[in-house]
C-alpha cells in the first residue's frame, strides 16, 4: 500500500487537498443518500475539516484514511438522526424524486420484485441507528467489515452481528433476501 | 462487498455538485493551521535516505548566463545542465535558471501533465526496521484546470542491507508501509488509482485559483509574494465567516509564500514567467537557503532551495539549472529523532522525483467506466 497521496497527505497541510481531492465527492454522496442534500453539503465540508484539525490523531496502524472518513460522516449524520428519518418518512410516503439511475435494469428488477425506494426508506427507519449505520456504510460506501469496524470504532465481531440482525428484519419486511 | 447492494441500487442518488461548491467546501477544509512540526508523531516513521542523499557543496554545472533566450523545454522532459562557467554562487546560478525560465516560450497544448516519482521512509514492525514505499502519481490538467490525479502504488521493501537483515529476522513479514493489515488500501501494491475530477480551480494550499488566474499571476517575485498573501487572507476571512467552529492557529507568511510558491512550481502549469518569479520569491524567503550541486534521492544534482521548519525536516525544492523546471520536492531530516532510529541528518525522509513536467499533446486515459462517480472502476 502506498502511503501517498491518503496516509501521508493527510498529515501535511500543503498537501492534504490530495485527500480532500480524492474522497470529497463519495462524502458528500455517502451523507447526501442519508440526509438533505443542503445539510449533506455542510455535513461534507465539515468532515474534511474535522479530519484536517484531528489529522494528527489518524492512527495509520487502524487502517486506511477512506473508513476514517466515513467514520467522521456517521457520526456527523448522527447529530441529525431526526432528520433522517423525516427524510425517509417523507420518501416512503412519495416514493423516490427522479433520477438519472431511473432506467438502469437493476433498479428496474428490483422494483418489479417489490422493493421500491419508499418500501426500503421504511425499513431503514425502523433499523435501530447502530445497525442503520453499518449497513449503509456497507451498501452506500462499499466498506467491508474491517473497515466498518474502524469507521465507527466498534469490534469486528459488533459489526457482522449487527449486518446479520439487520439482514434478518429487512428480509421479514421486505420479502426478499437483502 | 455486494451485501446490501440491493439498498444502493434502489435508494435516489444525489446529483453533483453544483459549480462552485466543491471549491467552496476545499476552502473550508483548509483552515489554516500551524505546528512546530511539519509532521504529528506518526509520521516521524518517514525516514531518511542512505548516504547517496548527502548534500554536495561544490558548484558542478550551471547554465551559461544570457543563453537561450528562447529557450524551450523539451516536450516537458527534464534535464541536467551541461554548460560550465567559472565559479559563480548559489544566487547567481539562481538569478540565470530564473532569468532563462522567464524567457522561455511555453505555449499551451491540448494538457499539461507532471509525472513523479514518490519515495517514502517509514519504521516498520515497531522501529525494527526501516523500509522504503516507492509509488508514483500523475497530475493532469487542461485549459479548464486539473482533471485528473492518477496515483500508483509501486511496492515497499526494506531500504538497505542492515534492515532487510532485520525483516529477515523477524520472520519476513509482510510489508504493508503505513497500513497495518494490508487490506484497507486505497490503492494495493501494484494498482492505479485514477482520480478523475469534475472541473475546478488550482488548489495549492489555502489558495484557489481559476485557470484564467493562474495565467494572470504576477511575474515580479514581490508583486507575487504580495497577490500570494492577499489570496490567502481572503481564504482565512472567507472562513472565519463561516460557521465553522474556530480553532487552528495561521500560518505564518514564510509558510503560506513557500507551500503555494512550491505548489506553483511543482502542480500547476502557471506561465515559466510566473515561475521564474516563484523561484526569486522562494530564494528571498529568511529561512531560505540556495545551495547549488544539491542532489535529489536519486542522485541528480540541481540548484536547491532548503527551507528550515524549525523542527527536524527542512523542505526543499531541487530545480534543474539548465531549464528552471523543478526535480524534486523533499523532506530532509534535519536532525536524529527518535522514532527514525539510526538515521542520520541531512537524509530525505520523503521526496517526489519530477520525471515529466509540461504541456503535451498526450491525453490521460482513464479505464472504462471510471468517471468522478464511480469510484471501483477507477481502480486498475
Not at chain 2, 157 to 164: F, W
Amino acid at each position: 500500500m502506498i502511503t501517498a497521496p491518503d496516509e501521508v497527505s493527510i498529515t501535511d497541510p500543503e498537501r492534504f487537498g490530495v485527500v480532500f481531492d480524492t474522497h470529497y465527492e463519495e462524502i458528500r454522496r455517502y451523507i447526501g443518500r442519508r440526509l438533505d442534500l443542503d445539510i449533506a453539503e455542510d455535513l461534507a465540508a465539515e468532515t474534511f475539516l474535522i479530519a484536517f484539525r484531528r489529522r494528527d490523531r489518524f492512527d495509520p496502524a487502524r487502517g486506511s484514511v477512506r473508513p476514517w472518513l466515513y467514520g467522521i460522516a456517521t457520526n456527523l449524520v448522527g447529530r441529525h438522526r431526526r432528520a433522517e428519518l423525516r427524510r425517509y418518512r417523507a420518501l416512503a410516503k412519495a416514493g423516490p424524486p427522479p433520477d438519472d439511475d431511473g432506467h438502469d435494469q437493476r433498479v428496474v428488477d428490483r422494483v418489479s420484485a417489490g422493493v421500491t425506494a419508499g418500501r426500503l426508506s421504511g425499513a431503514l427507519a425502523r433499523l435501530p441507528r447502530g445497525e442503520r449505520d453499518a449497513v449503509l456504510l456497507a451498501a452506500y460506501g462499499g466498506l467491508t467489515y474491517d473497515e466498518i469496524a474502524e469507521a465507527l470504532g466498534v469490534a469486528y465481531g459488533t459489526v457482522a452481528s449487527r449486518l446479520s440482525r439487520a439482514r434478518a428484519k429487512l428480509r421479514d419486511w421486505l420479502g426478499v433476501e437483502i | 462487498m455486494n451485501d446490501f447492494k440491493i439498498i444502493d441500487d434502489v435508494m435516489p442518488d444525489v446529483p453533483p455538485p453544483a459549480a462552485g461548491t466543491v471549491a467552496g467546501a476545499r476552502a473550508r477544509a483548509f483552515r489554516p493551521h500551524r505546528s512546530g512540526r511539519r509532521f504529528p508523531a506518526w509520521a516521524g516513521v518517514l525516514v531518511a535516505a542512505t548516504a547517496t542523499v548527502a548534500v554536495i557543496g561544490t558548484a558542478v554545472a550551471v547554465p551559461l548566463l544570457g543563453d537561450g533566450a528562447d529557450g524551450r523545454a523539451g516536450d516537458g522532459v527534464t534535464a541536467t545542465a551541461t554548460a560550465l562557467s567559472a565559479d559563480p554562487s548559489a544566487e547567481e546560478v539562481l538569478d540565470a535558471v530564473a532569468d532563462r525560465l522567464a524567457r522561455r516560450q511555453e505555449p499551451e497544448r491540448a494538457h499539461w501533465r507532471v509525472e513523479m516519482d514518490r519515495f517514502v521512509r517509514l519504521s516498520f514492525d515497531g522501529g525494527k526496521f526501516l523500509v522504503e514505499e516507492r509509488g508514483r502519481e500523475v497530475r493532469w490538467a487542461g485549459p479548464d484546470g486539473p482533471t485528473v490525479i492518477v496515483v500508483s502504488s509501486v511496492g515497499a521493501e526494506p531500504l538497505t542491507a542492515a534492515d532487510r537483515a532485520a525483516w529477515e529476522k523477524a520472520g519476513s513479514p509482510r510489508i504493508c508501509g503505513a497500513d497495518s493489515d494490508c487490506d484497507n488500501d486505497q490503492i494495493p501494491y501494484g494498482r492505479t488509482r485514477y482520480i478523475p475530477h469534475l472541473p475546478q480551480d488550482y488548489g495549492l494550499s489555502s489558495v484557489q485559483l481559476t485557470p484564467q488566474e493562474l495565467r494572470e499571476l504576477p511575474q515580479d517575485p514581490a508583486e507575487l509574494k504580495e497577490e500570494i498573501l492577499e489570496r490567502w487572507a481572503a481564504a482565512l476571512k472567507d472562513i472565519e465567516n463561516s460557521d465553522t467552529p474556530a480553532g487552528g492557529n495561521t500560518p505564518s507568511d514564510d509558510e503560506k509564500v513557500w507551500w503555494v510558491g512550491t505548489g506553483l512550481l511543482i502542480e500547476t502549469p502557471a506561465t515559466p514567467q510566473t515561475r521564474a518569479a516563484a523561484l526569486r520569491m522562494l530564494s528571498a524567503l529568511p529561512d531560505v537557503r540556495i545551495t547549488d550541486g544539491s542532489r535529489d534521492v536519486e542522485g541528480r544534482a540541481g540548484l536547491a532551495l532548503t527551507r528550515e521548519t524549525g523542527g527536524p525536516y527542512a523542505e526543499r525544492i531541487v530545480i534543474d539549472r539548465a531549464t528552471g523546471d523543478p526535480l524534486a520536492l523533499e523532506e530532509v531530516l534535519t536532525a536524529p529523532v527518535p522514532n527514525l532510529k539510526g538515521l542520520p541528518a541531512g537524509s530525505v525522509a520523503f521526496s517526489r522525483l519530477v520525471r515529466r513536467i509540461g504541456w503535451t499533446d498526450e491525453a490521460p486515459v482513464l479505464p472504462e467506466g471510471c468517471t468522478p462517480r464511480a469510484k471501483k472502476e477507477c481502480l486498475r
